[in-house]
């Protein structure tokens, strides 16, 4: 699965939500509830846990981007003299 760029989509409040609801998600991983599993006819399988870290690593760095407090690059202009 691919991360989502959908920067522009979110407020940072909706950015903090997401984040707390993949923490959550991660935390429930590890901790074995609901990996994969049959009940008759229908089947759930859990999302893999690498995905969710990149989840979480992904809305972590867009709070912080939404946040102001991401580093960016910066820029520099040179101008060459004779």
Known sequence: M???NIVDGFTLAEAR???SLWKDCAREI???QAK???IGTREY???DLPYV???VKYFSGLVAKLNGSARSAR???VVPRD
Do not use: S, T
Request: aromatic share 10%; no cysteine.
């Open 2 to 4: 691919a991360i989502p």
């Open 17 to 19: 939500e997401q984040l």
């Open 30 to 32: 590890a901790n074995g």
């Open 36 to 38: 994969r599993y049959r």
């Open 45 to 47: 399988e859990a999302l």
């Open 53 to 55: 870290y990149k989840m």
């Open 75 to 77: 820029v520099q202009v």
